[in-house]
């Protein structure tokens, strides 16, 4: 059995569409844009790209974007500081704060000080807090987890009732993941670097999803056959026939998983486009928001 490619380049490849079109409508009307602010604290290289690739897909669809690049040493003050001058900025609808920071630098009481309605990387405490609870939506869901799901539903993985394995517990994709799939009404195991007999639990899953920062860890004989397969991670390795030096591969072993899995996301070209598409949705929500 060969598995489905789950192609999230071609899904956000629709979603920029559809938010372009929106703009231009918008436009047309005479009303405003959307607007985006990014902070990027410190020389990171892997930020700077993230930060760039996300400016480029605001452009591409007409979000206005303020890009603001700080110096290692930023202090707390100052940040806070922007941060609240963007909040009363009527012109920026929404705000993205590029993490990791800085370890001077404390990471929640920042995210929590962007206003809730701007938080369109769905990261303030409160949005947070709000996946957990039933009943309850959260004003933003953050943009790789909400990214996964469109993925899961584009391509028809039934989740309601399934056994679900989240393999990784990040604040940014592993837990929030999980809380969004038990809303879903999936059965949500939660694995780590401390659970025991991994490969047993992963091949319970009937959506496995790996988000640990591990080139092609998980293998073929970890996969339940049928299976869906949702690859977070993205790796450098090194590859001497590229002209790179290296090239990128994810936390599944890509080519003997796709064997048995019943479709799965490759990299790069699967989750990465969808959090970027993600981020742009947001921000338009974050838009009709502030307008009502």
């Known amino acids: 059995m060969t598995s489905n490619i789950i192609d999230g380049k071609k899904l956000s490849q629709s979603i920029r569409e559809d938010i372009k079109k929106q703009i231009e409508t918008r436009i047309a009307q005479g009303k405003s844009q959307p607007g985006l602010a990014t902070i990027l604290v410190g020389d990171d290289p892997a930020s700077r790209t993230y930060v760039r690739n996300k400016l480029r897909a605001c452009d591409a669809v007409g979000i206005r974007n303020i890009s603001y690049e700080l110096p290692q040493d930023t202090s707390q003050e100052e940040l806070d500081a922007l941060i609240k001058q963007l909040n009363n900025n009527p012109d920026v609808t929404g705000i993205l704060l590029q993490l990791p920071l800085p370890k001077h630098l404390d990471e929640e009481s920042l995210l929590a000080a962007i206003k809730l309605i701007k938080d369109v990387d769905g990261f303030n405490p409160i949005?947070?807090?709000?996946?957990?609870?039933?009943?309850?939506?959260?004003?933003?869901?953050?943009?790789?987890?909400?990214?996964?799901?469109?993925?899961?539903?584009?391509?028809?993985?039934?989740?309601?009732?399934?056994?679900?394995?989240?393999?990784?517990?990040?604040?940014?994709?592993?837990?929030?993941?999980?809380?969004?799939?038990?809303?879903?009404?999936?059965?949500?195991?939660?694995?780590?670097?401390?659970?025991?007999?991994?490969?047993?639990?992963?091949?319970?899953?009937?959506?496995?999803?790996?988000?640990?920062?591990?080139?092609?860890?998980?293998?073929?004989?970890?996969?339940?056959?049928?299976?869906?397969?949702?690859?977070?991670?993205?790796?450098?390795?090194?590859?001497?026939?590229?002209?790179?030096?290296?090239?990128?591969?994810?936390?599944?072993?890509?080519?003997?998983?796709?064997?048995?899995?019943?479709?799965?996301?490759?990299?790069?070209?699967?989750?990465?486009?969808?959090?970027?598409?993600?981020?742009?949705?947001?921000?338009?929500?974050?838009?009709?928001?502030?307008?009502?």
């Open 127 to 292: 949005n947070v807090g709000r996946i957990a609870l039933r009943g309850i939506a959260p004003v933003f869901v953050p943009c790789t987890p909400a990214g996964i799901l469109e993925l899961l539903r584009e391509y028809e993985a039934p989740i309601a009732g399934a056994n679900a394995v989240v393999v990784g517990r990040s604040n940014i994709v592993g837990m929030p993941l999980a809380l969004l799939l038990t809303k879903e009404n999936a059965t949500v195991t939660i694995c780590h670097s401390k659970t025991k007999n991994l490969p047993e639990i992963t091949r319970q899953a009937d959506i496995l999803i790996v988000a640990i920062g591990k080139p092609e860890f998980i293998t073929a004989d970890m996969v339940k056959p049928g299976a869906y397969v949702i690859d977070v991670g993205i790796n450098s390795v090194d590859d001497s026939s590229r002209k790179s030096g290296y090239r990128l591969v994810g936390d599944v072993a890509f080519d003997e998983v796709a064997q048995v899995a019943k479709a799965i996301t490759p990299v790069p070209g699967g989750v990465g486009p969808m959090t970027i598409a993600m981020l742009l949705k947001n921000t338009m929500r974050a838009l009709e928001l502030a307008e009502q």
